[in-house]
């Protein structure tokens, strides 16, 4: 992976103790996105309109792993001496928060409006819309159904296991913004 530093046209900007955000080439970003400090974006990723991604408290760090979509008006923190990883192929759909600490497993999809902190989520889990995610371990292949609140580990046990249309669903989120980044990449080479 390539990595491009901070200083470019994009809003990217280091932290109080200068760290600068490192981001593959071949991601995509939207020009007024705010990365600000000891962020990785990896390959392949989306970075839509308005998103705010900071770790920028002491100690905070995010990462963002490979084909990932992080949609618009999203919001990623950390609270300082907190990690937040994102892993391959995971979406963060229109105006979720994910706040540190905070593991999103691989081929996971956060829904409209989701708030998801201080937990690990497994791989393969989808959390629809509006729904919170709070103080808990969920395990791989599991759905938190719109607007449910799962504050409590013991309601983790409740949760369904994913079907192959929510499987079908978050496939075609990952490919429909990989095919953006690569639609916004050759414009960006066309114009140049």
């Known amino acids: 992976m390539h990595l491009i530093e901070g200083g470019?046209?994009?809003m990217l900007y280091p932290n109080p103790k200068n760290q600068h955000p490192k981001i593959s080439e071949t991601a995509w970003i939207s020009e007024n996105a705010v990365i600000v400090g000891d962020v990785t974006i990896g390959d392949n990723v989306y970075v839509a309109h308005n998103v705010i991604i900071r770790a920028d408290e002491p100690g905070s760090s995010i990462v963002i792993g490979d084909n990932c979509n992080v949609q618009d008006a999203v919001i990623i923190h950390g609270l300082g001496g907190s990690k937040v990883e994102v892993k391959n192929n995971t979406s963060l759909?229109?105006?979720c928060i994910v706040h540190g600490p905070c593991t999103i497993?691989?081929?996971?999809f956060v829904g409209f409006g989701a708030v998801v902190f201080d937990c690990k989520i497994g791989d393969d889990v989808i959390i629809l819309h509006n729904s919170t995610v709070r103080a808990v371990d969920i395990p791989s292949c599991k759905v938190v159904t719109d607007g449910q609140v799962i504050t409590e580990q013991a309601k983790v046990g409740e949760l369904e296991d994913i079907c192959p249309d929510l499987k079908k669903f978050k496939k075609s989120v990952i490919n429909a913004n990989l095919k953006?980044?690569?639609g916004y990449t050759n414009l960006a080479q066309d114009t140049n």
């Open 93 to 95: 759909a229109h105006g």
């Open 8 to 10: 470019n046209e994009k």
């Open 105 to 108: 497993g691989e081929g996971c």
């Open 180 to 182: 953006l980044v690569e």
